[in-house]
Nanobody, 123 residues
Framework: VQLQASGGGLVQAGGSLRLSCAAS????????MGWFRQAPGKEREFVAG????????YYADSVKGRFTISRDNAKNTVYLQMNSLKPEDTAVYYC?????????????????WGRGTLVTVSS
């Protein structure tokens, strides 16, 4: 599956953004999808994930209660709604797909990656 993330930009602290990740192919609904991010000088980290059915979601503690992951299998798209953004959320955000029934948090479980989209949160 090929992935294309979009929706990044510059936002003030406390603001919101919605990232989208469009997938090609007819098997999107068989993949668990995840969002990761990488800040300058830091390792890539898991942000959120959603199972193929949308029935299970998982969040990093740092974004729990502020970010919401969702998917629309009819549109082959996964979303990340980000509210109450903080400067420490600044990073390049990546979407990824995994062949897994659970929601992996390790990036090496994800076999397909999209290009990142930059999110910058100003203080």
């Amino acid at each position: 599956v090929q992935l294309q993330a979009s929706g990044g930009g510059l936002v003030q602290a406390g603001g919101s953004l919605r990232l989208s990740c469009a997938a090609s192919g007819r098997t999107f609904n068989t993949y668990t999808m995840g969002w990761f991010r990488q800040a300058p000088g830091k390792e890539r980290e898991f942000v959120a994930g959603i199972a193929w059915s949308g029935g299970s979601t998982y969040y990093a503690d740092s974004v729990k209660g502020r970010f919401t992951i969702s998917r629309d299998n009819a549109k082959n798209t996964v979303y990340l709604q980000m509210n109450s953004l903080k400067p420490e959320d600044t990073a390049v955000y990546y979407c990824a797909a995994a062949r897994s029934s659970a929601v992996p948090t390790r990036d090496d479980w994800y076999g397909s990656w999209g290009r990142g989209t930059l999110v910058t949160v100003s203080s």
